[in-house]
């Protein structure tokens, strides 16, 4: 059964998007702004448990240089910066959706 999985699925496009989303973080960070469309550092911070201001930082960084997530810094004080979703990122809404409706079918 494996091997007949391993035939069917290109790995490269597999392994590709797991660079992209794998990780505690990422997908929690995506699902967010799916939600929101706009989010805040701060709103980010507090709306998932646990992450650290380092390791969100780092993730919201890696995330930006893939092309998933959008930074805008407004020029005022107390700085301003507000998260979006590029168009690659809002992409992933269909496959977020699936997760979550995998959730619901097998959490039981």
Same mark, same amino acid.
């Given at each position: 059964?494996?091997?007949?999985?391993?035939?069917?699925?290109?790995?490269?496009?597999?392994?590709?998007?797991?660079s992209? @989303?794998?990780?505690k973080?990422?997908?929690k960070?995506?699902?967010?702004?799916?939600?929101?469309?706009?989010?805040?550092?701060?709103?980010?911070?507090?709306?998932?448990?646990? @992450?650290?201001?380092?390791?969100?930082?780092?993730?919201?960084?890696?995330?930006?240089?893939?092309?998933?997530?959008?930074?805008?810094?407004?020029?005022?004080?107390?700085?301003?910066?507000?998260?979006?979703?590029?168009?690659?990122?809002?992409?992933?809404?269909?496959?977020?959706?699936? @997760?979550?409706?995998w959730?619901i079918e097998?959490?039981k």
């Amino acid at each position: 059964m494996v091997k007949r999985i391993i035939e069917v699925i290109d790995k490269k496009p597999f392994e590709y998007t797991l660079s992209i @989303i794998a990780g505690k973080w990422k997908m929690k960070i995506i699902y967010l702004l799916i939600c929101s469309e706009v989010a805040r550092y701060g709103e980010i911070k507090r709306s998932i448990t646990g @992450i650290t201001h380092k390791m969100l930082s780092s993730q919201l960084k890696e995330l930006e240089l893939d092309g998933i997530i959008n930074r805008k810094e407004y020029p005022q004080i107390p700085p301003k910066v507000e998260y979006t979703l590029t168009t690659k990122g809002k992409s992933l809404k269909q496959l977020i959706k699936d @997760i979550c409706q995998w959730g619901i079918e097998n959490d039981k």
